[in-house]
């Protein structure tokens, strides 16, 4: 069955660290992967999003993310977290449904708290 | 320009009453979805539309219905509410796959 891990419920980093989110999935081909994040009291946001190509990829707010197929995995990195960064973030899974729609898998989230 | 915009972000009723919540997408995306996110941040996609067709409904109670007028709405209407259908529902449209999402509407059920 598809699925997607987010190991950790929350983080706890301290202002100017870096960061590493984990994401593990299951599926049976390359799929299409996504992070989102939702700050309080607000919708989700795409970060960046892997289809093809160079597995290493860069989205918005300085995050970047890393397709490992052996591990399956595709972990969400920046090198210095700032206050702003604290929020909910969603790591989701594009799988393919019939007539080329795509049904979006996610994870239950990880709750990044930043220190002063 | 809002991309997905819903509404009302908040929404507070009586048990047993009946309301919708509105969806319109510019984007010009063939696929919407509404979602639902508990308080423990899960989400749950609940239905979407391709086309003005329902091509997922996650056995959510029949008490929700979605209706689609056109390409760009998705409204979603509850009957009867309960108190656990308190969460925040989420509308969200895609092509390819990468959804875009609306701000939330919180339901309170009292």
């Known amino acids: 069955a598809q699925s997607v891990t987010q190991p950790d419920i929350h983080i706890t980093v301290s202002e100017g660290a870096s960061l590493e989110l984990r994401c593990n999935y299951s599926?049976?081909?390359?799929?299409?992967l996504f992070w989102y994040v939702q700050s309080p009291g607000q919708g989700l946001q795409l970060l960046l999003k892997?289809?093809?190509?160079d597995t290493l990829v860069q989205g918005i707010k300085g995050f970047e993310a890393e397709f490992k197929r052996s591990q399956s995995s595709f972990n969400l990195r920046k090198p210095s977290v700032h206050w702003s960064d604290a929020a909910e973030y969603f790591c989701?899974?594009?799988?393919?449904?019939?007539?080329?729609?795509?049904?979006?898998?996610w994870g239950a989230g990880t709750k990044l708290i930043i220190k002063p | 320009d809002t991309a997905v915009s819903q509404t009302p972000k908040y929404l507070v009723t009586q048990m047993g009453n009946d309301k919708s919540i509105k969806c319109e997408q510019n984007?010009?995306?063939?696929?919407m979805y509404w979602y639902k996110q508990d308080s423990k941040k899960f989400l749950k996609i609940m239905f979407s539309?391709?086309?003005?067709?329902?091509?997922i409904n996650e056995t959510v109670p029949n008490r929700f219905s979605p209706k689609s007028p056109d390409k760009a709405h998705l409204n979603l209407h509850i009957n009867s509410l309960e108190l656990g259908d308190s969460a925040v529902y989420f509308c969200?449209?895609?092509?390819?796959?990468?959804?875009?999402f609306g701000q939330g509407t919180r339901l309170t059920v009292v």
């Open positions: 989701a899974v594009g799988a393919p449904l019939m007539d080329s729609n795509y049904q979006l898998i």
């Open positions: 599926y049976g081909a390359t799929p299409y």
């Open positions: 892997y289809f093809s190509g």
């Open positions: 984007l010009g995306h063939d696929t």
């Open positions: 539309y391709n086309n003005k067709e329902l091509i």
């Open positions: 969200a449209s895609s092509r390819d796959s990468e959804a875009f």
